[in-house]
């Protein structure tokens, strides 16, 4: 099998970890993957713990990425991080759209469209979450709503920048519950992710785009989920808290790899 995409594993720390832990994670990480560059590794930390974790990083595979940005670059926003105000720390990536801010910052597609145009003004590879929720699904409405939200938050992306794009499908009713869409069901929705991105950008633009999925995913998971041939990574929550349990992903996506 030969999917022509490098694996991405992404572990989202959310509301997470004092920079004390951060380092120490970042650090466990570092050492257990040793140098293996055949899977791009991304660590995501809340932003009190960005500096701390772009110095361990720092000479290391591993990437760092942030949970958010503003769209502006500075300004009057209260409690707000600018892409600008990152890039002193060398992140590589921005998670964008994931569905805890969409649900508790209510943010729509739109403002996350400002979100992603910012990103790559300031360079960064924009993680884009999509996904729908249960009620979504039982009403057979999953494909309509991760069109609505790929297009509504791609808008003004030129083909050129969408090849530094990574999508995650994030069924919201698998996030933190323990409950995996089968990797028959990902390998749909996924494959769908990849018709739209293909109508968007063309065919092989949306080849080279990466899509991630998100949602319980666990080291006993994971190798079923990446061996889909559209799921091209993972972006991990609860288990990404532990080194133990995000390198045993890592390396399942580093396995896989090497069997292609
Ligand atoms: P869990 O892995 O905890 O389900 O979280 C997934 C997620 O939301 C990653 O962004």
């Known amino acids: ?49 960005i500096a701390a974790v772009s110095s361990v990083v720092e000479g290391s595979p591993v990437k760092l990425g942030a949970q958010n940005i503003h769209p502006a670059s500075s300004g009057a926003y209260t409690g707000e991080v600018s892409a600008e105000m990152l890039r002193y720390f060398y992140p590589t990536y921005v998670i964008l759209g994931h569905s805890e801010r969409r649900k508790y910052f209510n943010e729509t597609d739109a403002f996350i469209n400002e979100k992603v145009l910012a990103a790559f003004a300031g360079n960064l590879k924009p993680i884009l979450c999509v996904g729908e929720t249960l009620e979504e699904r039982e009403s057979g409405k999953t494909l309509e709503v991760v069109d609505t939200q790929i297009r509504g938050c791609l808008v003004d992306v030129s083909e050129k920048d969408a090849e530094n794009l990574v999508v995650a499908y994030e069924p919201v009713w698998a996030i933190g519950t323990g409950k995996t869409a089968t990797p028959q069901i990902a390998q749909e929705v996924h494959d769908s992710i990849r018709h739209i991105l293909s109508d968007l950008f063309g065919q092989e633009a949306a080849q080279r785009i990466r899509i991630q999925y998100g949602g319980s995913m666990k080291p006993d998971n994971a190798r079923d989920l990446l061996s889909q041939t559209d799921i091209d990574g993972g972006l991990i929550g609860g288990a990404a808290l532990n080194a133990k349990s995000f390198t045993d992903i890592v390396n399942a996506a580093v396995s896989l790899d090497s069997e292609e």
């Not at 920079?19 to 055949?38: F, M, P, R, T, W």
């Open 1 to 49: 099998m030969d999917k022509h995409r490098k694996y991405i594993i992404a572990g989202n720390w959310k509301m997470n970890k004092t920079s004390g832990e951060s380092v120490e994670l970042a650090d466990a990480v570092i050492k257990e993957i040793g140098d293996q560059a055949s899977v791009d590794v991304v660590l995501c930390p809340p932003f009190t713990s």
